[in-house]
């Protein structure tokens, strides 16, 4: 897997102006079983893909907290919400909460278990984002998460093939992939 990491940035830059034209021109006529389609990569990707494995996400990124995030992590740790504010969080330059530090403090590094696992952020429970609806939607955040995530890219590469592009930006033809 730390190879797989390792090679990654250099996929995701290989390939980036070919995946931001790709959604570019997906956004612009959206299949309607597009969700499906994703759903279906995303389940088959991670039959194969075991996050302990890699925890690249934990590592090098912060989820954003909301405040039911912090309330649930406060409780699940007994500390006061102020104190699991002053403790693990600051606000970035979006003004959310997000981890003073990386990899994540939760993380246990000895097997990439996550300390408060069961009351871990809704980022990262949803994490990478490529079985929500509406992911025409998510199409900024997947390019994003695909440089991290090993499990995004793969996803991103099977959708290409899943639901081809072919012509130009201005004649755009939709074709189901096998």
Known sequence: MEEIIKELPKKVYDLRKENVSYFKRLKKRTPKNLDYTV????????????????????????????????EKAAKFLRMKEQKFLETYLERDEDDCYVLK????????????????????????????????????????????????????????????KAVPMVGNAKNEKFKRGK
């Open 39 to 70: 759903q279906e990569l995303h389940d088959k990707e991670f039959t194969k893909t075991d996050c302990l494995t890699c925890a690249n996400c934990c590592k090098t990124t912060s989820p954003m907290f909301f405040p039911k995030d912090i």
């Open 101 to 160: 530090s990386a990899p994540c403090t939760f993380l246990d590094e000895s097997d990439n278990t996550c300390v408060i696992y069961d009351a871990r952020p809704k980022a990262c429970a949803e994490y990478p984002h490529t079985n929500r609806k509406k992911f025409i939607q998510l199409t900024d955040l997947t390019l994003k998460n695909s440089e991290i995530c090993p499990a995004a890219f793969n996803i991103v590469e099977a959708l290409k």
